[in-house]
């Protein structure tokens, strides 16, 4: 129990610090909702970001999570200690998980961007790892790899981003395309978010997100503001390995009828057990 609630602990401890240092001149943020299919199941997304200046180019992020797929809930936190150039770029550290009912994730490394004219080219690489409360015979339960991701942006008009982006999480694959447009009302966009991955996984999302901070345009807030909240792609992690778990589940219950093991379900409720007893 506590090693699932430590990065809990590394979320409180980097915001005191924060607070205790240099004094805070701006502070800004973000707080979306999502809805949409999840890996064949009906899943609402609520996501938050807080990002404090720690210097002249220095700054902090906070991210928080909660997600309900299906019957399942899950929630984490995160941290960003990053260094940015408006001009040029960013460059930082990261680090955060997520909680379900049946697993917990861990994921950390590094994330950069660099910009150009109306191009954003971002990256994210670091190690990720899951651990289920279950085990099973057909797949590891606890498995520990590379989560990395590299990612294209163009704004064809200073309020809307056309975004492609491919990753590599635990594994396997998972291509996306997002679609954000910042609407008149000030600090509101709307976004859509498509992706397919390995083993049948895909996810359909729409929603609504609000900026808080000074009125500017959405190539600006995504240059000076706060960084992509880490946490949805240990979220997408999960699913994609949920995927994988059940695609393994189900080749193992058709050669071992009786196995105990059931062949339905999705990716994020990917242990569902019949009976632990394995033949």
């Given at each position: 129990?506590?090693?699932?609630?430590?990065?809990?602990?590394?979320?409180?401890?980097?915001?005191?610090?924060?607070?205790?240092?240099?004094?805070?001149?701006?502070?800004?943020?973000?707080?979306?909702?999502?809805?949409?299919?999840?890996?064949?199941?009906?899943?609402?997304?609520?996501?938050?970001?807080l990002s404090?200046?720690?210097?002249?180019?220095?700054?902090?992020?906070?991210?928080?999570?909660?997600?309900?797929?299906?019957?399942?809930?899950?929630?984490?936190?995160?941290?960003?200690?990053?260094?940015?150039?408006?001009?040029?770029?960013?460059?930082?550290?990261?680090?955060?998980?997520?909680?379900?009912?049946?697993?917990?994730?861990?994921?950390?490394?590094?994330?950069?961007?660099?910009?150009?004219?109306?191009?954003?080219?971002?990256?994210?690489?670091?190690?990720?790892?899951?651990?289920?409360?279950?085990?099973?015979?057909?797949?590891?339960?606890?498995?520990?790899?590379?989560d990395a991701?590299?990612?294209?942006?163009?704004?064809?008009?200073?309020?809307?981003?056309?975004?492609?982006?491919?990753?590599?999480?635990?594994?396997?694959?998972?291509?996306?395309?997002?679609?954000e447009y910042?609407?008149?009302?000030?600090?509101?966009?709307?976004?859509?978010?498509?992706?397919?991955?390995?083993?049948?996984?895909?996810?359909?999302?729409?929603?609504?997100?609000?900026?808080?901070?000074?009125?500017?345009?959405?190539?600006?807030?995504?240059?000076?503001?706060?960084?992509?909240?880490?946490?949805?792609?240990?979220?997408?992690?999960?699913?994609?390995?949920?995927?994988?778990?059940?695609?393994?589940?189900?080749?193992?219950?058709?050669?071992?009828?009786?196995?105990?093991?059931?062949?339905?379900?999705?990716?994020?409720?990917?242990?569902?057990?019949?009976?632990?007893?394995?033949?």
């Open positions: 129990m506590t090693a699932k609630f430590s990065f809990l602990t590394l979320l409180c401890f980097g915001a005191s610090a924060v607070m205790a240092g240099d004094a805070v001149d701006s502070i800004n943020g973000k707080l979306d909702f999502s809805t949409g299919s999840m890996d064949s199941h009906w899943g609402e997304n609520l996501t938050g970001s404090l200046p720690v210097a002249t180019s220095f700054g902090l992020q906070l991210d928080g999570l909660y997600t309900r797929v299906g019957s399942e809930d899950f929630e984490g936190g995160g941290l960003h200690l990053f260094w940015r150039d408006s001009d040029e770029g960013m460059i930082g550290l990261t680090a955060g998980g997520i909680n379900g009912d049946l697993l917990y994730g861990l994921q950390g490394g590094l994330e950069a961007e660099y910009y150009l004219n109306r191009f954003t080219f971002g990256a994210n690489m670091g190690a990720a790892t899951l651990q289920y409360d279950n085990s099973a015979p057909f797949i590891d339960a606890h498995p520990t790899d590379i991701t590299a990612a294209l942006s163009y704004y064809p008009v200073d309020n809307v981003m056309i975004q492609g982006a491919y990753s590599r999480l635990l594994d396997n694959n998972l291509y996306e395309m997002l679609v910042q609407t008149p009302v000030n600090g509101l966009s709307c976004f859509t978010e498509l992706a397919a991955g390995d083993h049948g996984y895909d996810h359909v999302l729409f929603g609504l997100r609000f900026y808080f901070g000074k009125n500017k345009s959405l190539i600006h807030r995504h240059r000076e503001d706060d960084p992509p909240n880490l946490l949805r792609r240990v979220l997408y992690t999960i699913g994609t390995y949920g995927a994988e778990w059940n695609r393994a589940r189900q080749s193992y219950a058709e050669e071992h009828p009786g196995g105990g093991y059931s062949s339905g379900g999705g990716g994020y409720g990917s242990v569902t057990i019949i009976n632990t007893e394995i033949p």
